[in-house]
């Protein structure tokens, strides 16, 4: 569970809202159904536009992360390694083949079955490479989904502040109404802006960091089965590795 994005979304809450309320302008002035058509339904149809259909749908698969991130133990993987390695020394690169019905991740299984079957290490180097590329690259691009959201979403407050001012225009001859309806209409830019700032860029920021974690993470698998595939010692595999916590 992460904890700082709970805080986060908990206090940018509380300031929007906390600060709507000490201006005087009080919560209901943040309620606008109009605003938000124009602002969130706006940013989501402005995104659909901009996104393929498979990559919409990964945004949305990862964005529990932010909550919830995916456990990277480099501590545990490099133990790990140095196991498969102590293995590999006593019994051979056929001795991990009994390692392999133990791995649910993909990637690993597949770098596992590439070592028992004595594939060179350049080899192996290549395809588990090609396989990472292509994972961060699906990744990267789901949370850019976000990003685009909030370049999108101030634009369309401004959309939004722009088309009730007009509005107001129309009601000069009642000036009983142009106090609300300029009130209404920024209310638009409230959305748009804080929606960017406080949710969109800062949930797309915190997926690419997550997604580096993971790939620095299979990066230390891929240099751990190549050193195994080299026949390296196991406390020179475990060495090399360590440098990959920091």
Known sequence: MDVLTLLGLTLGLLAIVGGAIAKGAGFMALVNVAAFLIVIVGTLAAILLHTPMKTFR???????WIIKPPQTRTDLLIAQVVEWSNVARRQGLLGLEAEIAKMTDPMTRKGLQMLVDGLEPEAIRSMLEIDLGSQEHSEMAAAKVFEGMGIYAPTLGIIGAVLGLMAVMQ????????????AAAFTATVYGIASANLFFLPV???????????????ELLIEGLIAIAQGENPRNIEAKLSGFVH
């Open 58 to 64: 990964k945004a949305f698969a990862i964005l529990p």
């Open 171 to 182: 009601n000069l001859a009642d000036p009983t109404k142009l106090g609300p309806g300029i």
């Open 204 to 218: 797309s920021a915190k997926l690419k960091g997550i997604i580096a974690g993971r790939v620095a993470e299979r």
